[in-house]
């Protein structure tokens, strides 16, 4: 019997199904574990014992097939799984895979990595977020393949940032915590910035669903989690390349979307009221037309 019809089987109400789907799929979780231990240079074997893995790397891989078959069970009894789109084998792979990965990123950090690995890592990431070059670009300045280059800038060494330093349960500006007394924004700009994000969505939310995904994903805004351009690869079935190009396909639909749109209008708005057009030096006709405004609005208030 087939893992679809299994599941099938399942969704009807048989929950022995669910246990037999399980067995059957467990040399896919303990494949997957292998692959991404050995994407993190996790994969040793043991020195003594020629043929046979680590006291380090099984204790690894147990972890890691712990992690799978909780996202295994997670998503078969999601019922989210259409077997009329893919197999089911092609559906878990990237929540396994991706489940995986950020278990690896969490618990072993940047230590697997050689002191020139972390150096080429660091320049990737440095080049990515602070020079704002291309993937393209770096893989070209570092002469790497494009996959390596990506991979560096994808990899958690853990930058902290003043939302690390806070509570995770604190909701308010980190700077108001961090230096009391001294807010980093007014209430005008707090409530200007409120503006322009419900009204960013609004665009965003316009937006086709793939590139909602995409976008909301990559950059962890709208109620998605911030994912890797690898995670969001799997989950679409794109290569990391692909998936930085439909970003910047759908950031390009958005400033298309901008001219005109509501958010255009408040930030327009918002803009001349704090900036208001002054009027010429020579401004006799304008104080001429007030002074008869005023003159006719207290002629009417006697009548």
Known sequence: MTN?????????????????????NLGLIRRIARETAREFNCLHMDRERPGELSGYTKTILEDLCGEGALEFLTRVQSREYDGSRAVLATYLYPHLKGRMTRWLEQHIGN????????????????????????????????????EQAVKHIRYNTHF??????????????????????????????????????????????????KDRDILGKFYGVFGFEKTSLKEIGMYHMMKESAVEKAKERAVTKLKKA??????????????????????????????????????????????
């Open 258 to 303: 901008y001219p005109g749109s509501r958010l255009q209008i408040w930030r327009n708005v918002h803009r001349m009221i704090r900036r208001p057009i002054l009027p010429a030096k020579d401004d006799r006709a304008l104080r001429r037309s007030f002074t008869t405004s005023t003159l006719r609005n207290q002629e009417s208030g006697r009548s």
């Open 160 to 209: 902290v940032g003043v939302n690390d330093l806070v509570p995770g349960s604190y909701d308010g500006d980190p700077f108001e915590r961090l230096i009391p007394g001294n807010l980093s924004a007014s209430a005008e700009q707090v409530v200007y910035r409120k503006v322009c994000i419900e009204l960013l969505q609004e665009l965003f939310d316009a937006l086709p669903k």
């Open 111 to 146: 230590l697997s990595l050689s002191k020139h690995e972390m150096d080429a890592v660091r320049q990737a990431q440095r080049l990515y977020h602070s020079g704002q070059f291309s993937i393209e670009e770096i893989a070209e300045k570092m002469d790497v393949l494009l």
């Open 4 to 24: 679809e019809k299994l599941v099938r089987r399942y969704y009807g109400g048989d929950e022995r199904a669910l246990e037999e789907l399980y067995r059957r």
